[in-house]
């Protein structure tokens, strides 16, 4: 069987998001489609004294483009801003030193060209390096698809030879699993419930942050607050 998810890229995801990828084999970048303004392909959360605040890339305004289609601004100002962002609100946190010069590198001495390369570099080196996730990735414009919405998609997880798709619960509402079962490919839904609590600064405890909230307060351990407490539950059964 060959699991696979397809999903657009976004920035400094959360921990959901590294659990889908952990659990499949194939991982497929999904940015030859419409960029969604005031989504997670440009901003996400981190946690302050004074709540969550938002850490944004500047994209622009445009709304008629393809997320692979975002430029980004070749002023480094808010990469810089970006830095000293997470450094003032996580610089003593217990493994906030383990992950800086990562960081530093991709926000002080990286010039990134578009959205999607900046998304899926961060994404593919926190999966491999910092959480040791063996999956493999791919881009979905490396094939040639047609069509639009879920017969694209269905199109693409034939070429790619899925026998299983993982999707986002959220997909429920639109995705017609007789579709997939005609093309047979068994479909199935990511249970995001049960992630445990981990010590995180300013209570209340909130799940739906940047994965760098994770690392930074957890470290090497932050794969069991992602999947491990989940396959330990299994084994005690």
Not at 109 to 121: F, G, I, K, R, V
Not at 167 to 195: M, T, V
Request: proline share 7%.
């Amino acid at each position: 069987m060959t699991r696979v998810a397809v999903l657009q890229s976004n920035y400094l995801p959360w921990k959901g998001y590294f659990d889908i990828i952990h659990d499949v084999e194939l991982f497929v970048f999904y940015d030859d489609v419409q960029y969604t303004r005031n989504d997670w392909r440009n901003r996400n959360r981190i946690k302050t004294p004074s709540g969550p605040l938002w850490l944004t890339v500047p994209v622009g305004t445009a709304l008629d483009r393809r997320i692979c289609d975002v430029t980004l601004p070749p002023d480094p100002r808010w990469a810089e801003k970006h830095w000293k962002t997470l450094r003032q609100y996580y610089g003593k946190a217990p493994y906030f030193a383990l992950y800086a010069d990562l960081l530093r590198h991709v926000y002080l001495e990286c010039a990134w060209a578009t959205l999607s390369e900046l998304n899926q570099y961060l994404i593919r080196t926190i999966s491999r390096d910092l959480l040791g996730i063996s999956t493999n990735f791919a881009d979905s414009r490396e094939y040639a698809l047609t069509g639009r919405r879920q017969e694209r998609l269905l199109q693409l997880l034939q070429a790619v030879g899925a026998t299983e798709y993982l999707s986002g619960p959220a997909a429920r509402s639109y995705i017609d699993p007789e579709a997939f079962a005609q093309a047979g490919i068994h479909l199935r839904y990511k249970d995001y419930a049960g992630y445990p609590e981990y010590p995180q600064f300013h209570p209340p405890f909130d799940h739906h942050v940047t994965i760098l909230d994770l690392l930074f307060h957890t470290g090497p351990q932050a794969p069991y607050y992602i999947w491990g407490w989940r396959e330990e539950g299994r084994s005690g059964d």
